[in-house]
């Protein structure tokens, strides 16, 4: 079951898992076509230059087939990259984005050729209007080729994994000494909290000196409500210690591949 | 609840390590199926995964593992719940002689439909030119309102298709995507309940019965026939079934009798319209190649009866190939299902 709501496509499987795919929006699609029309423009560039070589041979022959190369090129590209690069193109990957099957199945080559192919609708009366309208007035941000084709765009869910020694460089973290307390911290602490908290101490240097303070101190005293740890280890520590130990301790690599 | 999150990765990641490598033969090899203990494993495998996704969802802050056993979950609940025919090796002759022509004839109500539509836009457009000659000023493009059908047929004879030498192939692709890129859009306006579609073929017909009427008026039928057949009889076909492929789509869209949701009804029309379309393109392809550098030639250069009886028999082949081609393989087929 698949329910596009909220910017997000959550697909409930019978064995009651929630998945989430975030859908890319009106604007980030416009920027990757714009690359795609750039790519196309320069295959157009140099497809004209190579066959000029030949139209000194039979200008006829090299016109028309400068003519047929271009149209297929323009529906040709769009379709073979999203099948073989499992639903991306240049544009689309450069910003991340996805083409992907509405319930979240496996992209079937109709569905790709059909999405394309409704282009032709799609940009009336002129910059993809039609098109943009239809996404603006569904909740998945589908233009109609999508619609049409049953897919939709997501962004991509980043496998960045954090970056630990930036967190806490080279020190000891004292909260080891305690596996049951970080065992509860990360029973305690949900992943978008601890994902807030790890941005929060990656733009340290993005944040003014007292919103930086204010922040953190809120946050530690959060960590220091949900698992108290002992004073031994806690007291003296400032509030952004607090933080950089508690995080360290929520995310430390499990040695799950990436 | 899991109380020991290293010792939880440690005996589960052999499982996410096995789904991950079955998946990943799955994706090099489109053409590789599973036999039933495969397939028992892969079901458990996912199962285990996702349960596994559950439980660590419930509870802990592993947003890198969450999202890894996410992922894994998603590709594997990708190949369990498809039930779409898998991607094999492309057969281009099997396609053409088999599964065009096959869905040809399964979504043949819908060419029926295209062709009533059409033949209504002819019987309008004939109509209003026989009753009312100056109607062709208006309804007629290409220039056809601004001389006669006669003086037509004498610049065209006095030309002897001389007036395209030298960009036979310049305008044999110029037909041929202009061509395809109508048929595209006639089929993609079949997503307005197929009401798009209609109009375009109902103003099509307008203007083949609109021409057809003027040239049959003014005596020119033989040179009409001549000249329309050779790649008409290819040309028009091809337009009707971009418009069947655009009824179907928006026959999908209303759902009439079906109980399924739209998103269903669209997953099951979806192979049907990408054969149709891809069909179209064919069909379009030799109907350019044929009015670049067949139909554009008349008497005295080449006769018009040669020029008719070759358009004729081009059209009772393709009608032939549509609705008899791969019948013996679709009753097979049939019989092995059952």
């Keep these: ?258 | 609840m899991i109380l020991d999150l290293e010792r939880f990765v440690r005996e589960e990641r052999p499982y996410w390590d096995e789904l991950e490598e079955r998946l990943g033969r799955l994706s090099k090899n489109i053409e590789y199926r599973m036999d039933l203990l495969e397939s028992q494993r892969f079901y458990y495998l996912y199962r285990r995964t996702a349960s596994d996704l559950a439980r660590i969802q419930t509870f802990a802050a592993e947003p890198a593992l969450r999202s890894y056993l996410e992922g894994l979950s998603v590709r594997a609940y990708a190949e369990i719940h498809e039930t779409r025919e898998l991607p094999h090796r492309v057969q281009p002759l099997v396609w053409l002689l088999h599964t065009f022509p096959a869905c040809f004839r399964r979504q043949i109500v819908a060419f029926a439909v295209t062709v009533i539509t059409t033949l209504a836009g002819c019987a309008l457009g004939g109509g209003a030119v026989y009753f009312d000659s100056t109607a062709k000023y208006d309804l007629l493009p290409f220039g056809h309102g601004e001389m006669s059908p006669s003086q037509r047929v004498q610049e065209e004879e006095q030309e002897r298709g001389e007036h395209l030498e030298g960009q036979k192939t310049r305008f044999a692709s110029m037909l041929m995507t202009h061509n395809i890129k109508v048929s595209v859009f006639t089929m993609a306006l079949g997503i307005g309940w197929g009401f798009g579609t209609l109009v375009l073929l109902f103003y099509n017909g307008v203007i083949l019965g609109g021409i057809a009427v003027d040239y049959i008026r003014a005596g020119e039928s033989v040179f009409l026939a001549g000249w329309l057949l050779p790649h008409g009889s290819v040309e028009i076909p091809a337009i009707l079934i971009a418009g069947q492929a655009g009824l179907v789509l928006g026959a999908a869209v209303i759902g009439w009798g079906s109980s399924a949701g739209l998103r269903e009804r669209l997953r099951a029309v979806g192979a049907d319209v990408m054969t149709l379309i891809l069909g179209v393109m064919v069909l379009l392809v030799w109907a350019g190649i044929v009015e670049a550098f067949f139909s554009q030639y008349h008497e005295p250069v080449v006769p018009y009866a040669l020029k008719i009886a070759f358009g004729s028999l081009q059209l009772f082949v393709l009608f032939a190939y549509l609705l008899k081609s791969g019948i013996r393989r679709a009753v097979k087929e049939d019989r092995g299902h059952g």
């Design chain 1, 1 to 258: 079951m698949a329910d596009g709501r909220g910017n997000v496509l959550s697909i409930r499987t019978d064995e009651g898992i929630v998945f989430e795919l975030p859908l890319a929006g009106p604007m980030t699609r416009f920027l990757a076509l714009g690359i795609d029309l750039c790519v196309t423009l320069a295959f157009n560039t140099i497809l004209s230059a190579v066959l000029k070589l030949g139209m000194a041979v039979s200008p006829d022959v090299f016109e028309g087939l400068l003519m047929l190369l271009t149209v297929v090129f323009h529906f040709g590209y769009g379709m073979l990259m999203e099948w073989f690069f499992r639903g991306q193109t240049l544009g689309k990957r450069l910003l991340g984005i996805r083409v992907v099957d509405v319930q979240g199945l496996r992209l079937a080559f109709s569905q790709v050729l059909i999405r394309n192919l409704f282009r032709v609708v799609d940009i009336l009366p002129g910059f993809y209007l039609v098109g943009g309208v239809a996404m603006l007035l569904n909740g998945r941000y589908q233009r109609l080729g999508d619609l049409a084709a049953n897919t939709i765009v997501v962004r991509e869910r980043s496998a960045f994994q954090p970056d630990l020694d930036q967190v806490l460089p080279g020190k000891y973290n004292s909260f080891r000494e305690y596996p049951h307390l970080e065992a509860r911290l990360r029973q305690r602490i949900s992943p978008e909290q601890a994902a807030t908290m790890l941005q929060a101490l990656l733009r340290r240097e993005e944040l003014d000196l007292e919103a930086r303070s204010e922040l953190y101190a809120e946050m530690a005293n959060h960590l220091r409500e949900i698992v108290p740890f002992p004073e031994e280890v806690s007291a003296g520590l400032s509030d952004e210690q607090y933080l950089r130990n508690a995080l360290e301790s929520l995310m430390r690599r499990r040695g799950v591949q990436e």
